[in-house]
């Protein structure tokens, strides 16, 4: 093999579609629930949310969907992304493993989020819709969605968690330049805030409370789209572009990961990089094993239920068939806000069951050690998020080692770690504490499941 | 003209020599001087801070040195940049002219300045260095020699300006997970800290003061290689991978540039994309207009003198011919803290000498104007010193719309403003204000010039 380190496809070689992983995944995809009656829920009920292209999307079984042009034209300003070899790192650990990873850090935003918010802003616009509403924890999405709708010229709007709108005024000023009105949330501005502040003025805010603020939103004005960063359906096929040019890459590489790791918060970065080769597998041809690495402050899928549960704490989604902390769950303070998230994606879910992905909980000063071991050899900054998957893929080529055994490796940098240096500083002065979840704290959000809860 | 916007080189497609301007210039470069003899720098002088193959490239005029294999590879993680084709600001201006623009904020700290930190290293490296020191202001060089240091397994040490190090304590946090140690300027390390110190103990420093800490640590410790950002001849010959990397890109544009435009500071970024070009019509081939942006606040080539002047406050550089505004200026507070250098690097100087580069300065505030409309259009939110050149290019191409001329304008986007958004949000604000260099401040750093200026 090669010494090459970087694998890049042409300008014009990534996907003409998205990959649909609910077209090979055995029992398919579980429907998403009308909270009022028990029952799926219908096109005509996902439409006071959703562009019709976007329902279809959720509801295919079809194989792939099509990338609109307007989407392929806006991608092409950094897709193909490039995928790795970390020959820098292989060599650190002293590991007979090979070691990829494929980076979205080098989209405007620095993450993988713009794969997906371009995709809804185009059908929202394509819908009529004059202006885009969301939610964000951290910041990446709101980032991404304010983008997104500036290039298609539409408004935006963005309900950020307090304490993040407080803490990371950079993010702030980020969506701003691009046009977007953040506000912290809870506010004023809808009711599911104004209740929220009724019963505690000082709400530092949870990702569950500004999806609520984002759903009244939405539904208090039809000219507004509302849109989702991770976990559905349709988000994780968007995110599918990473996966398919990795293969594509490692082709190139003249290699096949045994192993493929990602870090899972909602799951569309993990789903994006691993579900087209889930998808190998499933058809019949080569098999990676899967691994999602989860932070263990928030462990949907090592110590959540399976269960119907809501997207928000205001009960206003519809109920998603998920591994689920419970939606009252809010996590304990760490770093990687893009992990924050109290349910995953129900095809996240449905790998597990199916024996397709398997999953670990993490402890963040773990994981910064393993960035900063990669920043020292590799030379790029991961975001916290992404410090979970070079965590995860250290471990893997540690056991290589141990085992006397070489296999391929391939994980996901989601993003750029460049607005995580507090963070970073923080781990460096010691200050970063590892704070696991009580099976009491568990026990009580668990208990907030709704009755249909055990399907 | 497909609608094609991003135009890329394959993996290896990137250069494999620097290209020295020096061999085309008529009248070569001015030769740097001992300040104590008032003559021309000996190779066996220069060697005290120097290692042998920079001091060749220092002082050659041959056209061309190969890139070490070693620096190659560490190029290849993020080499070739790509460049792009600005349809979507070209539409918002309304404008005949085709905006194309060389984007370097794919590298792992975001900016250009990795290309002339790993060459640097590399060298020190191979004279048998432990360590390299440098001084910063901003942080984008230091970050820059920070990362350089950690891959060829070197330690750092990094003067940062005072006032910036107080200020961004997150580019001390990204040097720091690069393993680098970064000290606040004018430190009492140093005599030339201390010298400062002992008149002023609230000194907010300067980029002089920091540069003479990093020469005086450099002098006391020989295991300690001096390197530097940005001026010399062989710092901005290593920067011309990003011009002949556009070169080979307009041609898959099927184009050629009318115009060059760059930020301007101590010349690294413009020279690094012009001098290609530049040298190209020298050698009786096509030509460009080249134009130099830089800060009104801190006009150098545009009011500054041609002189012979010292790099730093303490007088510890050799002269060096160049546009000076005396090394005592202190410019007022603006952002862009990569063009806020006394001196621009003596090739620079020439080269307006000899009528192939022109010069404008301009204000802050027009510059993040332009810098947000960019960031609404391109998607890509401009560093600071980058939105000078995004300025310069607009008003070329507004002045195609008035002439009603079609011309193909190409500029240099040193890097991305993700580490710049408190100064984005203080331009929301409407915070930012529009120093001016007075006539009174400028004749009194002139005044401070050393004996030999006029030459």
Redesign the interface.
Known sequence: MS??????L??DEYPHTWYNIVADLPGGAAPALNPATGEPLTPDQMAATMPAELIEQELSTEREFEIPGAVR??Y???RPT?L?RAR?LEKALETPARLYYKYEG?S?T?SHKPNTALAQAYYHKLAGKRGLVTETGAGQWGTAIS?AA??FGMDALVFMVKVSYEQK??????M????ARCIASPSIETAAGRAVLAEDPDSPGSLGIATSEALAAAAADPTLGYTVGSALNHVLAHQTVIGQEAIAQMALADDYPDVVVGCAGGGSNLAGLAFPFIGEGLRGGRKARVVAVEPAACPTLTRGRIAYDFADIGRLSPLVRMHTLGHTFVPPGFHAGGLRAHGIGPLITRCLEENVMEAIAVAQTDCFAAG?QF???????PAPESTHAVLGAVREALRCREEGVSRSILFGLSG?G??D??A??QY?AGELTDESLSDEALERSLAALPELVNV
């Open positions: 010494q090459q380190v970087k694998f890049t042409g300008a034209e806006l092409a300003r950094w490039p790795f820098a080098t405007p620095g983008m500036q290039l005024p950079y993010r702030r000023a980020f701003q330049t691009y046009g900063v920043a020292r050899t590799e030379g790029i900054l750029h460049h607005f240096l507090a970073y500083q460096f």
